[in-house]
Nanobody
């Protein structure tokens, strides 16, 4: 069992930046994919980005390409989502998720591929 905890959310003005963190505790996996998703009020949860277990492959949703970047600190079992040039449309609850089975060289965008989820952290971007 893996427990994920997101932090770093908050209120920011349009054009600003935030850095989200996702820390994992519990069972240790040598290989895993960690992804980020978000859910705005009244909308379905959607893919933001993910990185393969070896860090060589990353995929991002078109609406965040060039603005958001995922990085990872393996030693601390923590992943980061750096969000720049934030827009009001980025307002949502952001979730990190971990995939430990299947093709771990591929940063999947499918919600169903991830077994473990954090509780989410709210990001609000004001105009």
């Amino acid at each position: 069992q893996v427990q994920l905890t997101e932090s770093g959310g908050g209120l920011v003005q349009a054009g600003g930046s935030l850095r989200l963190s996702c820390s994992a505790i519990g069972r240790t996996y040598s290989s895993y994919v960690m992804g980020w998703f978000r859910q705005a009020p009244g909308k379905a949860r959607e893919f933001v980005g993910a990185v393969s277990w070896d860090g060589d492959n990353a995929d991002y949703a078109d609406f965040v390409k060039g603005r958001f970047t995922i990085s990872r600190d393996h030693a601390k079992r923590t992943e980061f989502l750096q969000m720049n040039s934030l827009e009001p449309e980025d307002t949502a609850v952001y979730y990190c998720a971990v995939r430990t089975v299947g093709d771990l060289w591929y940063p999947s965008a499918r919600l169903g591929d991830y077994e473990y989820w954090g509780q989410g952290t709210q990001v609000t971007v004001s105009t």
